[in-house]
C-alpha cells in the first residue's frame, strides 16, 4: 500500500510575552549527523552555545563564562603545570621550586590561550566562538611582576618577606588574567579569581570528557596512561643501572629524587589539586574574561561646592597647624615637655601613620564627589586637594623621622620596617595624587598605586630587610653597647653576612641557632635558596656553637 505523503511539520505557535509581544524564536544549525545546536547570543552579539554542551553557567551579562569546553591543549597544559608544581613547591621553605612553578604555570596559561580551538565536526562552520582578547601590554607586565615575586623565594630566606610577595602575586596574578583599571574594577577582578577555580572544575571535566570521546580526533585517556606507565618504567631501569654504574650520578639522583612515603603523596597530591584550581581558574578566566567596562568609568553622584569646600578647607588648615607645630619642634622653637625624642617619636609614629592612611580616604571621597563642572570649582579642588596632599607630604617625612628615632633608641625589627615601608608607599601615593590632580583625569592612578606597592615590596626584598636589621642594631651596639641577641637569633639565614661582624662571645650566641636552624632542615632542589647556600658556607668555614651562658 503507499504510503501517505510526510506531511511538513505544524509550526509551533507563537508565545505571548508579559507585554503582548510574540517570543522570537532561538536560532539555531542542523549539524550533519541531524542534532540541532541552539546558540543565544552572548554580550556583544556573539553566540554562546547550548546544543551537544550544555551551557556551563552565566553569572551575569558581564561574566556569561566560555561558549565551549576546553580545548585539548588546555587541559594538558593545565595538568602537566599542576604536576610540576606537585613536584617543585616546597612548602615549608621559600625555593627555586617556587620559581619553577610560575614559569610553568605562566607558559601552560600561555599555551592555553594561544593554540587556535578546532570545534567539533558537529557544529557548522558559520558558528563564531567567543574568547578573550590576547595579552596587552598590561596583562604582560603583572604577568611578570607575578614571575617576579615567586622568584624572590630564590633569592631570600626570610619567610616572612616570602609570605608578602606571595600575597601580592596572588593579587598581580589576578589582574593579569582578568584584568582591570579602575579601583572598583580591580576589585572584582581580584574577587572572581578565587571564584573562577570553581567554575573551572566542569569547564575542565567537559574538556577532558571530550578528549578520549571516540571520533573526537584525540588521543584516548588510556593510550596516555600507558605512555605514561612504559616512560616511567623505562626511566627506572636505566637509571637504577647509571645510578649503580657511577657514585656521582647515584649521589645526584639521591639529592634530585625525595624520599617517597606517605607523607610525600599526600603533599604531591594536595599541592596538585591546589595548582590544578588555580590554573584551571586562571585558564577560565583567560577563555571568558569577565566584561568590567562598566566598571572602569562609573557616574558621579556630585555634591554642591560648599558641601565638601567647608569640610576639606577646615582639615586643610589643621593639618597646616599640626605641620606647623611639628616643624616647631624640629628646629627646637617648642619643648616637649621632658620627653626625649625616642619617647616623642613612639609616641606619635602610629598615629601619623593612621592620619596618613585615612587622608588618602577623604582624598579619594572628594575626588569622587567634588564638582567639577566649573572653571572655578576645577581651580577649587586642585588647590584644596593639592594644599592637603603637600601637608600630607609633610607628616610623612614626619612620620619616617620619627621612626628613624625611635630605631636608634629602640632596635630596628621587621614590623618597624615594614610600617616604614607602607609610609614610605604611603607617600609616593600622594606624589601620584598630586600629579593626576594637574588634569583631574587619573584613569591610571590605581593601577600606578599597584605598582608602587609592588615595586615597593620588591625594592624591600633586594635590600634585604632581614640583613638591614642586623646591620642597624650591630650599628646601635657599637655605639651604645647595648644588643637583643634572642631577637637576632631569630632572623633568618639573610642575616648571617652581617652577624658576623659580631664580637665573638656575642657572633656564636647570634648564630649558634640560626646555624642549628640550617643543620636540621638541608635543601633538596626544591628549596634551593640563595640566602640559606650563602650562610651555610659562611658558618661551614668558621662553625658556630650556642654558648651555655648566652
Not at 584613569?443 to 606597592?453: I, M, N, Y
Amino acid at each position: 500500500m503507499p504510503s501517505e505523503p510526510a506531511q511538513p511539520p505544524a509550526k509551533p505557535p507563537a508565545h505571548s510575552t508579559p507585554r503582548g509581544e510574540a517570543a522570537t524564536a532561538t536560532p539555531a544549525h542542523q549539524t550533519p549527523g541531524g542534532q540541532t545546536v541552539a546558540t543565544t547570543p552572548a554580550p556583544g552579539g556573539v553566540p554562546m552555545v547550548h546544543g551537544p554542551w550544555p551551557q556551563l553557567s552565566v553569572w551575569g551579562r558581564w561574566w556569561p563564562g566560555p561558549a565551549r569546553p576546553a580545548s585539548a591543549p588546555t587541559v594538558v597544559a593545565v595538568l602537566v603545570a599542576a604536576a610540576i608544581a606537585a613536584l617543585s613547591i616546597p612548602l615549608d621553605r621559600p625555593g627555586v621550586g617556587w620559581l619553577v612553578t610560575a614559569v610553568a604555570g605562566t607558559a601552560a596559561l600561555v599555551v592555553a590561550r594561544t593554540i587556535p580551538y578546532r570545534p567539533p565536526a558537529n557544529v557548522p562552520p558559520p558558528l563564531v566562538w567567543r574568547s578573550g582578547p590576547t595579552l596587552s601590554p598590561a596583562r604582560f607586565g603583572w604577568s611578570a611582576v607575578t614571575v617576579a615575586l615567586l622568584g624572590i623565594g630564590t633569592i631570600r630566606a626570610a619567610g616572612w618577606l616570602f609570605l608578602l610577595c606571595l600575597a601580592t602575586a596572588m593579587l598581580t596574578g589576578a589582574l593579569a588574567v582578568a584584568g582591570g583599571r579602575s579601583l572598583r574594577a580591580m576589585t572584582v577582578a581580584a574577587v572572581i579569581a578565587p571564584i573562577s577555580a570553581f567554575r573551572a572544575v566542569p569547564w575542565v571535566v567537559r574538556g577532558l570528557a571530550r578528549i578520549h570521546r571516540p571520533g573526537s580526533g584525540h588521543v584516548s585517556v588510556a593510550r596516555v596512561v600507558a605512555t605514561t606507565a612504559v616512560s616511567v618504567a623505562l626511566l627506572t631501569l636505566f637509571g637504577s643501572l647509571f645510578a649503580s654504574a657511577d657514585a656521582a650520578f647515584a649521589s645526584f639522583v639521591r639529592r634530585a629524587l625525595p624520599d617517597i612515603d606517605g607523607a610525600t603523596l599526600v603533599r604531591w597530591g594536595f599541592v596538585f589539586t591546589v595548582a590544578w584550581a588555580v590554573l584551571g581558574g586562571a585558564a577560565y578566566l583567560r577563555a571568558a574574561p569577565p566584561d568590567l567596562t562598566g566598571l572602569e568609568s562609573p557616574g558621579r553622584s556630585r555634591v554642591t561646592r560648599l558641601e565638601w569646600a567647608i569640610p576639606l578647607s577646615l582639615l586643610v588648615l589643621l593639618f597646616a597647624l599640626f605641620v606647623g607645630v611639628q616643624l616647631a619642634v624640629l628646629f627646637g622653637v617648642l619643648e616637649t615637655e621632658g620627653l626625649t625624642y625616642a619617647d616623642y617619636a613612639r609616641s606619635g609614629f602610629w598615629q601619623l601613620l593612621a592620619v596618613t592612611g585615612l587622608t588618602l580616604g577623604v582624598v579619594a571621597g572628594a575626588a569622587r564627589w567634588a564638582p567639577r563642572g566649573t572653571r572655578a570649582d576645577r581651580i577649587l579642588i586642585r588647590a584644596l586637594l593639592g594644599a592637603l596632599a603637600v601637608l600630607t607630604l609633610v607628616i610623612v617625612a614626619s612620620a619616617l623621622h620619627r621612626m628613624d628615632l625611635y630605631a636608634d633608641a629602640y632596635g630596628l625589627t621587621r614590623l618597624r620596617v615594614l610600617v616604614a615601608l607602607c609610609e614610605f608607599w604611603l607617600g609616593v601615593v600622594f606624589v601620584l595624587v598630586l600629579v593626576a590632580g594637574i588634569r583631574l583625569r587619573a584613569s591610571w592612578l590605581p593601577r600606578a598605586v599597584v605598582v608602587a606597592g609592588v615595586l615597593a615590596l620588591l625594592g624591600l626584598a633586594a635590600a634585604n630587610p632581614d640583613g638591614l636589621i642586623a646591620d642597624r642594631n650591630i650599628a646601635r651596639y657599637e655605639k651604645i653597647g647595648r644588643i637583643d641577641t634572642a631577637y637576632l637569633s631569630g632572623l633568618s639565614a639573610d642575616a648571617v653576612p652581617a652577624l658576623e661582624r659580631l664580637a665573638a662571645d656575642r657572633r656564636d650566641c647570634v648564630l649558634g641557632p640560626i646555624a642549628g636552624v640550617l643543620d636540621r632542615n638541608p635543601d633538596d632542589w626544591r628549596g634551593w635558596n640563595y640566602g640559606r647556600e650563602h650562610a651555610r658556607e659562611i658558618l661551614a668555614a668558621d662553625p658556630k656553637q650556642q654558648p651555655r651562658d648566652c
